[in-house]
């Protein structure tokens, strides 16, 4: 597609209830990233995929966390027994090359987001 | 880790009137670079800096890249209503391939 698709745009999930949060990077692009924002906050790194592999889980906020990019294109975030402060924007960025920092691609291209929202 | 610090956090102004807004890091920062967020969508690119004391312009948009590789500047000239929106500043983690943000300069613009 044209750009990075993120579904739902809005999810309303009752404490403890598991939720999937859905990207379709953009066609051909290896790198795929999924980033948190808190309300007034900066984006905040949460995995890495280059293809289908998973090579940077570091900022996954605990075990209820969990990525997976099956076949190196769509990704899933699912967030198990969903907590309040859960309550957060889900960005979705991919890229081109191997490196979505640098060169002059420009990097990253981020999609709209879902907002989750755990009552 | 690293941390990315922007200032101010928010700017109220005049419509025409120039911007500027920095970004500062206690750590050296290889890349910098600068997004705008509007409401309900993500960040987009506005101007990438890759070498110390670079200087590039997009538009009415000039960025720089500081000398010591521990702050950024960005300057908006005779802004309009469609500037308004969330900055960020952002930068690679060392040694990996995730990006670390600022908290964000939120400008908003009277007509």
């Known amino acids: 597609g044209a750009g990075v698709s993120q579904s739902p745009r809005y999810k309303v999930a009752k404490r403890g209830q598991d939720v999937a949060l859905r990207c379709d990077p953009i066609s051909g692009h290896v790198s795929l990233f999924w980033y948190q924002q808190a309300l007034g906050q900066g984006p905040e790194f949460l995995t890495y995929?280059?293809?289908?592999?998973?090579?940077?889980k570091s900022g996954l906020p605990s075990d209820r966390f969990f990525a997976e990019r099956p076949e190196g294109s769509v990704s899933t975030l699912k967030i198990q027994r969903t907590q309040q402060e859960d309550s957060a924007v889900y960005l979705c960025?991919?890229?081109?090359?191997?490196?979505?920092?640098?060169?002059?691609?420009?990097?990253?291209?981020f999609g709209s987001g879902t907002r989750l929202t755990v009552v | 880790g690293q941390q990315l610090n922007q200032s101010p956090q928010s700017m109220f102004i005049q419509e025409g009137e120039d911007v500027s807004m920095n970004c500062t890091s206690s750590?050296?920062?290889?890349?910098w670079l600068w997004y705008k967020q509007d409401p309900g969508e993500g960040p987009v690119l506005l101007i990438a800096l890759y070498k110390a004391g670079e200087l590039t312009s997009n538009g009415r948009l000039t960025a720089q890249f500081g000398i010591t590789r521990k702050d950024s500047f960005l300057n908006i000239s005779a802004s309009i209503p469609s500037d308004v929106g969330i900055y960020f500043c952002?930068?690679?983690?060392?040694?990996?391939?995730?990006?670390?943000f600022g908290q964000g300069t939120r400008l908003t613009i009277n007509p």
């Open positions: 995929f280059q293809n289908e592999a998973q090579l940077d």
């Open positions: 750590s050296i920062f290889n890349t």
């Open positions: 952002a930068g690679p983690s060392e040694g990996a391939q995730k990006l670390v």
């Open positions: 960025a991919s890229s081109f090359g191997y490196r979505g920092t640098g060169g002059s691609d420009g990097g990253y291209t």
